[in-house]
């Protein structure tokens, strides 16, 4: 890392230190079935934070359950199984003082090349174990992997690991967890639990109260999240950098917008000093902007915004959302926006089995809403070629140029054990031959269907999941057919 981001981790270390107060475990992105159960819960007031951000807070999460189990607000009899799974939950993840050690296993044909928010085997075989401890000055996740064959030569793993201390309400962590930012099920056009996740320095609030002042209020409970990560030693400009930012908020309980920022910066042969930083932080790295040339181009940035809107239809939420992502800025504003939409409903059946249908777009072009689509743009940039880590997309993980309808559904019991659904059709790479692209290097049409079941037992959690991808390439018509399948246990 450079001397620039090695500072702000030993600062943030030593303030987090001096006055750690109630450290805060993490729900990672991953486990549908639980976001399923926690977006219910927030649509129907029972938690008033920002619930697109992912990891969450699982004391934030906790400090809005119990308020309503003491305030004693009146749930409809069918989200009470919801509510009381969702507490147990939280109330086990935060136990302070009890440390845990867990072990998993897992082995997959074929894994998916395009990641949606269900949390798959990324590699052929894995053997992982994990130490979790809290207290209320430390939080300690730990997990070491074994991988088989591994795609990008990293046989033994770190991911999904934390070390936290807290400043106030303010969380420091050396983290290398995955991360989701936006309300889409199938993606996120700027983060996205695609790519393995980036080891990083990362300052977030454990809880997402409200500011006091009158001027700030209006915006409702909120939540921020910033992320200094180190990319990996083989990329296009080796050691490079990450920069994240993210603020939710709530004004409404029907309304949760989303405002995040991300860049590629820094890197060997490139400027990497404070000034630098400062300049790609007010927007101040393209080419043609006052003292800005090729040689002292701070970085490649994406930013944007999303928003959730739910209403209730026949007593039961419906939602309609979106992320707009530019890739470039003109006027000191995101332009060339990346565009996701998307539409959801919720419903719980008499036999008490609660269940989320989606339909969602993904347009990964840029200029995707006008009449004229700008191809070749999108997660490319000209010093850092191509916004990935460890060769997989940061955001979506279609990669650019493509199009593609995804519909799916989630079905959770009242025992917590769920089936997953996913099915996209539509096209990649819409342009024609990129050796960068990820998923395809020409331009194909996909359809696709993913099946998964997970059954929580006395032994620990299964994940099965079973999946069929058909694959045209539009400039010879040849077609290839794959079948793929995962099987993963965990001690949980």
Not at 229 to 249: D, S, T, W, Y
Not at 392 to 415: C, K, Q, T
Request: with cysteine.
């Amino acid at each position: 890392m450079s001397r620039f981001s090695n500072s702000v981790l030993l600062l943030g270390l030593v303030f987090g230190l001096q006055s750690a107060a109630n450290s805060a475990p993490q729900a990672e992105p991953g486990d549908a079935g639980l976001r399923h159960d926690i977006q219910v819960l927030a649509d129907y007031g029972a938690i008033s934070g920002p619930v697109t951000t992912w990891p969450l807070s699982w004391d934030a999460l906790l400090s809005d359950l119990e308020k309503i189990k003491l305030d004693d607000l009146v749930l409809p009899n069918a989200v009470i199984p919801t509510f009381e799974r969702v507490l147990a939950r939280a109330r086990w993840e935060t136990e302070r003082g009890e440390y845990a050690l867990e072990v998993g296993v897992s082995g997959a044909e074929k894994p998916t090349q395009i990641r949606g928010f269900s949390n798959s085997p990324r590699e052929r075989g894995e053997i992982a174990a994990a130490y979790s401890w809290f207290s209320k000055h430390l939080s300690i996740d730990l997990n070491l992997s074994a991988v088989d064959k591994p795609s990008d030569g990293e046989d033994a793993r770190a991911d999904g690991s934390q070390i936290g201390v807290d400043l106030g309400n303010w969380s420091i962590a050396a983290s290398t967890m995955d991360r989701w930012w936006g309300p889409g099920w199938d993606g996120s056009l700027i983060l996205s639990n695609n790519a393995r996740p980036i080891p990083a320095l990362t300052i977030g609030r454990n809880q997402t109260n409200e500011f006091e002042s009158k001027w700030l209020s209006w915006i409702g409970p909120w939540d921020m999240n910033v992320i200094f990560g180190q990319l990996e030693k083989e990329g296009v400009v080796p050691n490079a950098q990450f920069f994240g930012m993210r603020i939710g908020f709530r004004p409404f309980q029907s309304l949760e917008i989303g405002l995040s920022r991300t860049a590629q910066w820094c890197g060997d042969g490139r400027p990497c000093g404070f000034d630098t930083f400062t300049d790609l932080i007010f927007g101040k790295d393209n080419i043609g902007d006052a003292g800005t040339d090729a040689d002292n181009e701070p970085g490649n940035q994406m930013a944007g915004v999303d928003a959730r809107w739910t209403t209730f239809w026949f007593g039961t939420p419906v939602s309609l959302y979106g992320q707009m992502i530019g890739e470039d800025e003109a006027g000191g504003f995101p332009s060339r926006y990346l565009g996701q939409f998307g539409i959801e409903g919720s419903a719980i059946t008499r036999g008490q089995n609660s269940y989320r249908w989606f339909a969602e777009v993904a347009g990964t072009s840029c200029d995707v809403v006008k009449s004229t689509v700008l191809y070749g743009c999108a997660y490319r940039q000209r010093i850092y070629r191509s916004y990935t880590y460890e060769g997989r997309i940061i955001g979506h993980g279609l990669d650019n140029d493509a199009l593609v309808y995804s519909v799916g559904a989630v079905v959770v019991s009242e025992a917590g054990n769920s089936w997953q659904v996913l099915g996209r059709f539509g096209d990649l790479n819409r342009v024609g031959s990129d050796p960068d692209h990820s998923v395809a290097l020409v331009p194909q049409e996909l359809a696709s269907l993913d099946i998964k079941y997970s059954r929580n037992s006395r032994i620990g959690r299964f994940d099965i999941g079973v999946g069929f991808e058909r694959r045209e390439i539009l400039a010879t018509s040849a077609n290839k057919n794959d079948t793929r399948g995962f099987l993963q246990w965990t001690s949980r």
